[in-house]
T-cell receptor
Framework: GQNIDQPTEMTATEGAIVQINCTYQTSGFNGLFWYQQHAGEAPTFLSY????GLEEKGRFSSFLSRSKGYSYLLLKELQMKDSASYLC?????????FGAGTTVTVRA | DSGVTQTPKHLITATGQRVTLRCSPRSGDLSVYWYQQSLDQGLQFLIQYYNGEERAKGNILERFSAQQFPDLHSELNLSSLELGDSALYFCASSDGTSGTTVTGELFFGEGSRLTVL
Protein backbone atom coordinates (compact mmCIF):
# COMPACT_ATOMS: atom_id res chain seq x y z
CA GLY A 1 0.00 0.00 0.00
CA GLN A 2 0.93 3.64 -0.03
CA ASN A 3 -0.65 5.23 3.08
CA ILE A 4 0.46 8.83 3.40
CA ASP A 5 0.09 10.75 6.64
CA GLN A 6 0.60 14.45 7.21
CA PRO A 7 -0.78 16.90 9.78
CA THR A 8 -4.09 18.54 8.97
CA GLU A 9 -3.26 22.10 9.91
CA MET A 10 -0.37 24.30 10.97
CA THR A 11 -0.21 27.97 11.86
CA ALA A 12 2.87 30.18 11.88
CA THR A 13 3.84 33.82 11.94
CA GLU A 14 5.09 35.79 8.98
CA GLY A 15 8.88 35.52 8.76
CA ALA A 16 8.99 32.30 10.75
CA ILE A 17 9.88 28.73 9.70
CA VAL A 18 7.44 25.86 9.45
CA GLN A 19 8.19 22.16 8.93
CA ILE A 20 5.52 19.91 7.45
CA ASN A 21 6.11 16.23 8.07
CA CYS A 22 4.96 13.38 5.86
CA THR A 23 5.20 9.68 6.58
CA TYR A 24 4.43 7.04 4.04
CA GLN A 25 4.19 3.29 3.72
CA THR A 26 4.83 1.72 0.40
CA SER A 27 5.73 -1.63 -1.07
CA GLY A 28 8.07 0.00 -3.54
CA PHE A 29 9.73 3.37 -3.38
CA ASN A 30 9.75 5.66 -6.38
CA GLY A 31 10.40 9.04 -4.84
CA LEU A 32 8.31 11.60 -3.03
CA PHE A 33 6.68 14.76 -4.34
CA TRP A 34 5.52 17.94 -2.65
CA TYR A 35 2.87 20.18 -4.18
CA GLN A 36 1.38 23.49 -3.10
CA GLN A 37 -2.29 24.21 -3.58
CA HIS A 38 -4.00 27.51 -2.89
CA ALA A 39 -7.71 27.26 -2.13
CA GLY A 40 -9.73 26.60 -5.27
CA GLU A 41 -6.66 26.51 -7.49
CA ALA A 42 -4.58 23.86 -9.19
CA PRO A 43 -1.77 22.09 -7.33
CA THR A 44 1.67 23.30 -8.35
CA PHE A 45 4.89 21.32 -8.11
CA LEU A 46 7.38 22.19 -5.38
CA SER A 47 9.86 19.33 -5.17
CA TYR A 48 10.69 15.72 -5.97
CA UNK A 49 13.06 13.68 -3.80
CA UNK A 50 14.43 10.34 -4.87
CA UNK A 51 17.58 10.12 -2.79
CA UNK A 52 18.02 10.63 0.95
CA GLY A 53 18.92 14.06 2.16
CA LEU A 54 17.93 17.67 1.92
CA GLU A 55 17.23 19.53 -1.30
CA GLU A 56 16.99 23.29 -1.12
CA LYS A 57 15.14 25.56 -3.52
CA GLY A 58 15.13 29.11 -2.30
CA ARG A 59 12.88 29.47 0.73
CA PHE A 60 11.59 25.92 0.38
CA SER A 61 13.54 22.75 1.19
CA SER A 62 12.51 19.13 1.16
CA PHE A 63 14.08 16.26 3.07
CA LEU A 64 13.77 12.52 2.54
CA SER A 65 14.71 9.47 4.60
CA ARG A 66 13.81 6.33 2.67
CA SER A 67 14.73 3.98 5.53
CA LYS A 68 12.31 5.78 7.84
CA GLY A 69 9.57 6.36 5.28
CA TYR A 70 9.70 10.02 6.18
CA SER A 71 9.87 13.35 4.44
CA TYR A 72 9.43 16.95 5.41
CA LEU A 73 8.92 20.24 3.64
CA LEU A 74 10.57 23.23 5.26
CA LEU A 75 9.22 26.68 4.53
CA LYS A 76 11.49 29.52 5.61
CA GLU A 77 10.92 33.26 5.90
CA LEU A 78 7.19 32.70 5.68
CA GLN A 79 5.16 35.15 3.67
CA MET A 80 1.41 35.68 3.67
CA LYS A 81 1.22 34.21 0.19
CA ASP A 82 2.53 30.91 1.56
CA SER A 83 -0.85 30.32 3.18
CA ALA A 84 -1.98 27.25 1.26
CA SER A 85 -2.36 23.50 1.43
CA TYR A 86 0.81 21.44 1.03
CA LEU A 87 0.40 17.98 -0.42
CA CYS A 88 2.78 15.09 -0.03
CA UNK A 89 2.50 12.57 -2.89
CA UNK A 90 3.94 9.22 -3.74
CA UNK A 91 4.13 7.70 -7.23
CA UNK A 92 3.10 4.12 -7.84
CA UNK A 93 1.37 2.12 -10.55
CA UNK A 94 1.22 4.86 -13.16
CA UNK A 95 -0.23 7.48 -10.79
CA UNK A 96 0.52 9.88 -7.97
CA UNK A 97 -1.20 9.14 -4.67
CA PHE A 98 -1.68 12.26 -2.58
CA GLY A 99 -1.93 12.76 1.13
CA ALA A 100 -4.86 14.74 2.48
CA GLY A 101 -2.72 17.87 2.66
CA THR A 102 -1.56 20.20 5.39
CA THR A 103 -3.23 23.60 5.52
CA VAL A 104 -0.69 26.23 6.52
CA THR A 105 -1.99 29.55 7.76
CA VAL A 106 0.50 32.42 7.96
CA ARG A 107 -0.43 35.18 10.38
CA ALA A 108 0.93 38.71 10.42
CA ASP B 1 0.01 28.70 -16.81
CA SER B 2 0.66 24.94 -16.71
CA GLY B 3 -0.21 24.40 -20.36
CA VAL B 4 -3.08 22.06 -19.45
CA THR B 5 -6.49 23.34 -20.48
CA GLN B 6 -9.74 22.24 -18.92
CA THR B 7 -13.25 23.14 -19.95
CA PRO B 8 -15.70 24.14 -18.67
CA LYS B 9 -14.32 25.98 -15.64
CA HIS B 10 -17.68 25.95 -13.90
CA LEU B 11 -20.71 23.78 -14.40
CA ILE B 12 -24.01 23.71 -12.53
CA THR B 13 -26.45 20.92 -13.21
CA ALA B 14 -29.20 18.88 -11.63
CA THR B 15 -29.22 15.43 -10.11
CA GLY B 16 -29.65 12.66 -12.63
CA GLN B 17 -28.01 14.61 -15.42
CA ARG B 18 -24.87 13.80 -17.42
CA VAL B 19 -21.89 16.06 -18.05
CA THR B 20 -18.64 15.86 -19.99
CA LEU B 21 -15.45 17.48 -18.82
CA ARG B 22 -12.70 18.08 -21.32
CA CYS B 23 -8.94 18.25 -20.94
CA SER B 24 -6.18 19.20 -23.36
CA PRO B 25 -2.76 18.15 -22.08
CA ARG B 26 0.48 20.08 -22.46
CA SER B 27 1.94 19.88 -25.91
CA GLY B 28 3.92 16.65 -26.19
CA ASP B 29 2.57 15.03 -23.02
CA LEU B 30 1.23 11.55 -23.60
CA SER B 31 -0.18 10.85 -20.13
CA VAL B 32 -3.40 12.29 -18.76
CA TYR B 33 -4.63 11.89 -15.20
CA TRP B 34 -8.02 12.71 -13.71
CA TYR B 35 -8.47 13.58 -10.04
CA GLN B 36 -11.51 14.50 -7.98
CA GLN B 37 -11.31 16.91 -5.06
CA SER B 38 -14.41 17.35 -2.93
CA LEU B 39 -14.73 20.23 -0.46
CA ASP B 40 -11.95 20.09 2.09
CA GLN B 41 -10.84 16.71 0.77
CA GLY B 42 -7.62 15.51 -0.75
CA LEU B 43 -7.02 14.69 -4.37
CA GLN B 44 -8.62 11.36 -5.20
CA PHE B 45 -7.20 9.59 -8.24
CA LEU B 46 -9.81 8.53 -10.78
CA ILE B 47 -8.10 7.27 -13.92
CA GLN B 48 -4.98 7.59 -16.07
CA TYR B 49 -4.34 7.25 -19.80
CA TYR B 50 -1.14 6.96 -21.76
CA ASN B 51 -1.22 7.61 -25.49
CA GLY B 52 -4.86 6.58 -25.74
CA GLU B 53 -4.61 3.51 -23.54
CA GLU B 54 -6.05 3.22 -20.04
CA ARG B 55 -3.18 2.48 -17.65
CA ALA B 56 -4.52 2.87 -14.13
CA LYS B 57 -7.88 3.10 -12.46
CA GLY B 58 -8.64 4.41 -8.99
CA ASN B 59 -11.91 4.34 -7.08
CA ILE B 60 -13.82 5.62 -10.07
CA LEU B 61 -17.55 5.08 -9.91
CA GLU B 62 -19.25 2.99 -12.57
CA ARG B 63 -21.31 6.07 -13.45
CA PHE B 64 -18.08 7.75 -14.51
CA SER B 65 -16.11 6.97 -17.65
CA ALA B 66 -13.26 8.52 -19.53
CA GLN B 67 -11.29 8.23 -22.71
CA GLN B 68 -8.25 9.69 -24.40
CA PHE B 69 -8.53 10.48 -28.08
CA PRO B 70 -5.91 10.16 -30.85
CA ASP B 71 -5.10 13.87 -30.55
CA LEU B 72 -4.38 13.13 -26.84
CA HIS B 73 -7.14 15.23 -25.39
CA SER B 74 -9.27 13.47 -22.82
CA GLU B 75 -12.86 13.58 -21.66
CA LEU B 76 -14.38 12.56 -18.34
CA ASN B 77 -18.05 11.65 -18.51
CA LEU B 78 -20.13 11.76 -15.37
CA SER B 79 -23.66 10.38 -15.53
CA SER B 80 -26.67 9.94 -13.23
CA LEU B 81 -25.21 12.76 -11.18
CA GLU B 82 -25.72 12.86 -7.44
CA LEU B 83 -25.27 15.68 -4.95
CA GLY B 84 -22.10 14.03 -3.70
CA ASP B 85 -20.49 14.35 -7.12
CA SER B 86 -20.13 18.08 -6.58
CA ALA B 87 -16.39 18.66 -6.60
CA LEU B 88 -13.41 20.11 -8.41
CA TYR B 89 -12.25 17.78 -11.15
CA PHE B 90 -8.62 18.19 -12.11
CA CYS B 91 -6.84 16.94 -15.15
CA ALA B 92 -3.06 16.65 -15.13
CA SER B 93 -0.55 15.65 -17.75
CA SER B 94 3.01 14.42 -17.89
CA ASP B 95 5.31 13.07 -20.53
CA GLY B 96 4.79 9.62 -19.00
CA THR B 97 7.89 8.10 -20.45
CA SER B 98 9.13 6.30 -17.37
CA GLY B 99 7.46 2.92 -17.46
CA THR B 100 5.10 2.15 -14.64
CA THR B 101 5.96 5.02 -12.39
CA VAL B 102 5.69 8.76 -12.32
CA THR B 103 9.16 10.23 -12.13
CA GLY B 104 8.43 13.70 -13.32
CA GLU B 105 6.19 16.56 -12.47
CA LEU B 106 2.47 16.38 -13.13
CA PHE B 107 1.12 19.59 -14.61
CA PHE B 108 -2.40 20.36 -13.43
CA GLY B 109 -5.12 22.25 -15.22
CA GLU B 110 -7.18 24.83 -13.35
CA GLY B 111 -9.96 22.33 -12.82
CA SER B 112 -13.64 22.09 -13.60
CA ARG B 113 -15.89 22.96 -10.69
CA LEU B 114 -19.03 20.87 -10.84
CA THR B 115 -22.03 21.76 -8.72
CA VAL B 116 -24.94 19.31 -8.64
CA LEU B 117 -28.20 20.75 -7.31
Amino acid sequence: GQNIDQPTEMTATEGAIVQINCTYQTSGFNGLFWYQQHAGEAPTFLSYNVLDGLEEKGRFSSFLSRSKGYSYLLLKELQMKDSASYLCAHPNDYKLSFGAGTTVTVRA
Amino acid sequence: DSGVTQTPKHLITATGQRVTLRCSPRSGDLSVYWYQQSLDQGLQFLIQYYNGEERAKGNILERFSAQQFPDLHSELNLSSLELGDSALYFCASSDGTSGTTVTGELFFGEGSRLTVL
